[in-house]
């Protein structure tokens, strides 16, 4: 199990990012917990426990960690399939037949807009991003509290990103496995799928698409 952390750990240190990786600033309490979490999984600790709030924290650092570190490995995920993601490959963002998304950001797309999965994508990572980077939703300063729409933001948050996974496992599987990051990617995704349960973070209606191989590999 250790030696599969390991691999785990290598794999999502590459730098071959969708978009760039967001990082916490050291000495910050949320550095300390990342790195807490992240020595957690990468020793091979049962990922049902590796997601339990550690005792004294706050469940919004909590959150907010994996709601960054998520960000990254599923932009991370993304990259290694994007080349065959495209426009043509790809002309919806779909998890086959029965799942369709459409994009609306309220701002250039206000109303929700059918578009190629790679746009699709696109614009979520960048929507994703700017939530991240937006302080009055994910406070930086020690003693500044969370704003009262805080869990909303990160239920919608992880919300999209889980259709990242959605369209790889249904679309893109194939070439996780000829690259070998199969166990990588199921990994990432329980740990993704434990966290997100744990604290009713997606609903169980968003969860459907991956229903099957959840209860395959999850449980």
């Given at each position: 199990m250790?030696?599969?952390?390991?691999?785990?750990?290598?794999?999502f240190s590459k730098d071959k990012t969708f978009r760039p990786k967001k990082r916490f600033d050291v000495g910050t309490m949320k550095y300390s917990l990342h790195k807490q979490a992240n020595a957690s999984l990468n020793a091979g600790i049962d990922l049902k426990e590796v997601v339990k709030l550690p005792p004294g924290e706050d469940?919004?650092?909590?959150?907010?960690?994996?709601?960054?570190?998520?960000?990254?490995?599923?932009?991370?995920?993304?990259?290694?399939?994007?080349?065959?993601?495209?426009?043509?490959?790809?002309?919806?963002?779909?998890?086959?037949?029965?799942?369709?998304?459409?994009?609306c950001d309220g701002d250039k797309y206000k109303r929700p807009t059918a578009l190629p999965a790679p746009q699709y994508i696109s614009l979520l990572m960048e929507w994703a991003e700017s939530q991240i980077n937006n302080e009055n939703i994910f406070p930086v300063t020690v003693g500044v509290p969370f704003p009262k729409n805080y869990l909303q933001s990160c239920k919608k948050i992880l919300t999209r990103l889980f259709r990242v996974f959605v369209h790889v496992y249904i679309h893109h599987f194939d070439k996780l496995v000829a690259i070998g990051a199969e166990a990588h990617i199921n990994t990432c995704y329980k740990h993704f799928y434990y966290f997100v349960t744990e604290y009713n973070l997606v609903d169980k209606k968003e969860l459907e698409p991956l229903r099957d191989m959840t209860e395959r590999i999850c449980h």
């Open positions: 250790a030696a599969k952390a390991s691999a785990f750990a290598q794999f469940v919004n650092d909590w959150i907010a960690v994996h709601v960054v570190d998520f960000f990254n490995r599923i932009n991370l995920l993304y990259g290694t399939v994007c080349e065959n993601c495209t426009e043509q490959s790809c002309p919806t963002m779909s998890g086959g037949p029965r799942y369709e998304y459409h994009w």
